[in-house]
């Protein structure tokens, strides 16, 4: 029940910018690819580091595989 109670709130955080966008002089978060490729690379950055944290070495041999 809580996961579902934080999924709701994101959306909503999500839908609100991009409702922002309507008022005049906002800028929305992804406006500009330079922050939309440093997040991306945070994301990244955080499942490597959450799945090697959850799988161990496991998870490096199978990325290395994978390539």
Known sequence: ???????????????????????????PPTAYRLST????????VAVLLFGIQGQGQGLLDCLSFCV
Do not use: K
């Open 1 to 27: 029940m809580v996961h579902q109670r934080g999924l709701r709130r994101r959306r909503r955080c999500v839908a609100a910018s991009a409702l922002a966008t309507a008022i005049p002089g906002f800028e």
């Open 37 to 44: 490729a440093a997040l991306a690379l945070c994301v990244l």
